[in-house]
Nanobody, 116 residues
Framework: VQLQASGGGLVQAGGSLRLSCRAS????????MSWYRQAPGKQREVVAG???????MYADSVKGRFTISRDNAVNTVYLQMNMLKPEDTAVYYC???????????WGQGTLVTVSS
């Protein structure tokens, strides 16, 4: 099983980035997918999630700025991040949880740096 995250980088405040996480080795459509982030010195926190059926949720800190989506045809979950702020700087991880059992997998993380 592999979750390959990409799309991170350096961006100025107010800018946008789109993260991608491509899964392999799992039946992607049977997994709920989430994005987490971990800033230096802080705990990992959930940013957004999307169920296997397409329902989404967001942390209050990113509502109205971030959009999570998925494309089951290419086993990929996306996180569109707009109006980025310096406090969004973190390593972003994708996370897969099986809808019918206690299986879960983490991606390797992609670094997002937002300069002021």
């Amino acid at each position: 099983v592999q979750l390959q995250a990409s799309g991170g980088g350096l961006v100025q405040a107010g800018g946008s980035l789109r993260l991608s996480c491509r899964a392999s080795g799992i039946t992607f459509s049977m997994y709920n997918m989430s994005w987490y982030r971990q800033a230096p010195g802080k705990q990992r926190e959930v940013v957004a999630g999307i169920s296997s059926g397409g329902s989404s949720m967001y942390a209050d800190s990113v509502k109205g700025r971030f959009t999570i989506s998925r494309d089951n045809a290419v086993n990929t979950v996306y996180l569109q991040m707009n109006m980025l702020k310096p406090e969004d700087t973190a390593v972003y991880y994708c996370y897969a949880t099986f809808t019918h059992g206690r299986l879960d997998y983490w991606g390797q993380g992609t670094l997002v740096t937002v300069s002021s």
